[in-house]
């Protein structure tokens, strides 16, 4: 049985590797990069099917940490809500990418932009 990334996560970050395999999606099935650019450039919320959302917001002691929430019943990943910070979600949007990337190899190119235009190393 072949396995996903999520699987191959530390559980406390599977919510996180769950919800970006749906954002990420369209960069790689519609060459959009609406979703990541969002992501990366710290713009607030984006969201989708099936019942995710990544948001980038203060917290309570004044730290900026993108929170996530996906639907239980859909990722099957309780709790639903986490918080994450900026170098956690920087390190899993590249993995993520560089992950996908093994099914969509015409995207390297595009991977390499990305990873060099945000500084994803």
Known sequence: MRRSLIDEVDPSLQLLYW???FALYPFFS???SFMLDRILS???AIRGSPGWEIDFIENDMGDYVYHIWADPA???IEPANQYFS???MRDAVRES???MGRNFPEKTAAI???????KLR
């Open 74 to 76: 859909s990722s099957g």
């Open 19 to 21: 919800t970006l395999l």
């Open 97 to 99: 990418l560089l992950y």
């Open 42 to 44: 710290q713009q607030g």
């Open 112 to 118: 390499s932009d990305i990873i060099v235009e945000y």
């Open 86 to 88: 900026v170098e956690t």
């Open 30 to 32: 519609e060459s959009s």
